[in-house]
């Protein structure tokens, strides 16, 4: 049984650009979590979302960040016009119900240059 | 909002000694987990703790939750030098949809 999957693992991105991360949920899982850890800090919760909704968004910046998890195909953290403060690792992680065990995939490790 | 605070914040121990963090939750919390994160590698799940009061061991590692389910903590006997890295627990609240990640303690294990 395969393990949460996220790529890409390290991505660089220039000032301005748009950065798209891609997560893999364990299968059977239908709910996903989105986390940021900056340098020595800990996990700053994102977003939640299930099969096609968002279910909360309370961590998520309000503007140039959006989730989404089509019903097909894995969930995507969209960073547009990306800035050097968004330098992170982003943390996917996915479990079968809420308040349920939360696997965690390997990270995508943002550089914005 | 709900905090979880976690501590120390850092603690370097000599490798054979023991060590213990401890989690404080600003609300009552339905449940409590405890997570390591190797240096540079992702959070990886070690226990759930439920029931208040409840008490857990897993080999040298001791986990508590308590009484109120506002507080947590995890022990560790005789460190190994393998035992390094960052511990965090993380709890909800009832009918939350998500996990409050405490701020995490450091163990570096000195051999």
């Known amino acids: 049984n395969a393990g949460v999957m996220q790529n890409p693992r390290h991505l660089v991105r220039r000032r301005g650009q748009e950065a798209r991360l891609r997560c893999s949920p364990m299968?059977?899982?239908?709910?996903v979590y989105w986390y940021r850890q900056l340098p020595e800090e800990g996990l700053k919760f994102m977003v939640y979302l299930q099969k096609e909704n968002i279910i909360d968004e309370s961590g998520m910046p309000k503007e140039r960040f959006s989730a989404e998890f089509p019903k097909e195909g894995p969930s995507i953290l969209r960073i547009q016009q990306v800035v050097r403060g968004d330098s992170a690792a982003y943390f996917c992680?996915?479990?079968?119900?809420?308040?349920?065990?939360?696997?965690f995939g390997p990270g995508t490790r943002l550089t914005v240059l | 909002g709900q905090q979880v605070m976690q501590i120390p914040q850092y603690q370097h121990v000599q490798e054979g000694e023991d060590f213990t963090t401890y989690c404080n939750s600003s609300t009552t919390l339905s449940n409590i987990q405890w997570y390591k994160q190797r240096p540079g590698g992702h959070p990886v799940f070690l226990i759930q703790l439920v029931k208040s009061g409840e008490v857990k061991k897993q080999k040298r590692l001791t986990f508590q939750f308590g009484e109120a389910k506002k507080n947590s903590s995890l022990h560790i006997t005789a460190t190994q030098t393998t035992d390094v890295g960052t511990y965090f627990c993380?709890?909800?609240?009832?009918?939350?949809?998500?996990?409050?990640f405490g701020t995490g303690t450091r163990l570096t294990v000195i051999p």
């Open positions: 299968k059977g899982h239908s709910h």
């Open positions: 992680a996915s479990s079968q119900m809420t308040e349920d065990t939360q696997y």
């Open positions: 993380a709890g909800s609240g009832t009918g939350a949809n998500n996990l409050f």
